[in-house]
C-alpha cells in the first residue's frame, strides 16, 4: 500500500484558510492508501474502501495500538523492531 495525494505528512496542512477564518483547510485528504493490487483507494483510519475495484468495501478491523518507540523500548528492550525502510526485515536495536 502506499500513501495517496499531494502530502504524504498527515499533520502537515496546507497554508490555505478557509474564507469564514475558521482555519486551514487540507488541501489532500489525510491517511488516504492505495492498494496496489487492485488498485483501489482506502481510508486508513475508517478502513473504508472509496475508489477502485473493491469500492464500498470494509476492512476488519483489528486490535492495536499505537506508541513511541523510545518508550516502548524501555519496558521491552529485547523486542524487535521491523521498519519500513528495507522492508519487513527483522531488525533489533543496537544500545
Do not use: V
Amino acid at each position: 500500500m502506499n500513501f495517496k495525494g499531494q502530502n504524504k505528512n498527515p499533520h502537515r496542512r496546507s497554508a490555505e484558510s478557509t474564507a469564514s477564518g475558521e482555519g486551514e483547510r487540507l488541501d489532500y485528504e489525510p491517511w488516504l492508501i492505495e492498494d496496489k493490487q487492485t488498485g483501489s483507494s482506502w481510508r486508513a483510519i475508517t478502513g473504508e474502501c472509496i475508489e477502485g475495484e473493491l469500492k464500498g468495501s470494509q476492512l476488519k478491523m483489528l486490535p492495536a495500538m499505537t506508541g513511541f518507540w523510545f518508550a516502548w523500548s524501555r519496558f521491552y528492550q529485547d523486542a524487535p523492531l521491523f521498519g519500513a525502510i528495507g522492508g519487513y526485515e527483522e531488525s533489533t536495536p543496537k544500545r
